[in-house]
């Protein structure tokens, strides 16, 4: 079945340590989205990539870094620059320039140690 | 810049009455408007794109309908697994950069 995989599910974070994320899609998408999502708030675009070896700052950048060296893949590191890194992260992948929808993955839990 | 306000935040419903949630937006130059639907834990699940005002989208019991200012997902007659978080985007780039709401969280007891 074609589909966005993220793992770990929960991840726990050390002060001033950066842990990655990881985001993997078998739907052949050129697109991918990384999103924050914390209680009570909309999903805040975090950072984007177009194409392979291309990516673009989304709203809230800071504190985090991305790489898009496969058209697969599309991982997150959140970096010990990022003081408030307890949220809902979410990848997601659309056909890019085009009309369709983004189509997500089932998120990681990050929290703080 | 865009701006998505959805309401109310929480709708409380009994199974079988039927109800409306609300995506009010401003954006610079709709390209889609689209409802999502969340359950607790997991990733959004694509329900419906919308592109011009007038278009209507159904699905089972779900019906979304837009407008030049706002969208409405009206629920008919819910069951229990309708329950969930329903979340709106609007899209105004060429790229698929989405501006999402809030979300309204929908409970529907038996």
């Known amino acids: 079945d074609g589909g966005i995989t993220q793992s770990p599910k929960y991840l726990f974070r050390k002060e001033g340590q950066n842990v990655t994320l990881s985001c993997e899609q078998n739907l052949n998408h050129d697109a991918m989205y990384w999103y924050r999502q914390d209680p009570g708030q909309g999903l805040r675009l975090i950072y984007y990539?177009?194409?392979?070896?291309?990516?673009q700052k989304g709203d809230i950048a800071e504190g985090y870094s991305v790489s898009r060296e496969k058209k697969e893949s599309f991982p997150l590191t959140v970096t010990s620059a990022q003081k408030n890194p307890t949220a809902f992260y979410l990848c997601?992948?659309?056909?890019?320039?085009?009309?369709?929808?983004?189509?997500f993955g089932d998120g990681t839990r990050l929290s703080i140690l | 810049e865009d701006q998505v306000t959805q309401s109310p935040e929480a709708l409380r419903l009994q199974e079988g009455e039927s109800s409306s949630l609300n995506c009010s937006y401003t954006?610079?130059?709709?390209?889609?408007l689209f409802w999502y639907r969340q359950d607790p834990g997991k990733g959004p699940e694509f329900l419906f794109t919308l592109y011009s005002a007038g278009e209507e989208k159904e699905k089972e019991r779900l019906k979304a309908t837009l407008t030049k200012k706002e969208s409405f997902l009206h629920i008919t007659a819910p069951k229990p697994e309708d329950s969930a978080t329903y979340l709106c985007a609007v899209r105004s780039d060429s790229w698929g950069k989405l501006q999402f709401g809030a979300g309204t969280q929908v409970v529907v007891t038996p």
């Open positions: 997601a992948s659309s056909h890019g320039q085009s009309n369709q929808p983004q189509h």
């Open positions: 990539s177009q194409i392979v070896n291309d990516f």
């Open positions: 954006v610079s130059g709709l390209r889609g």
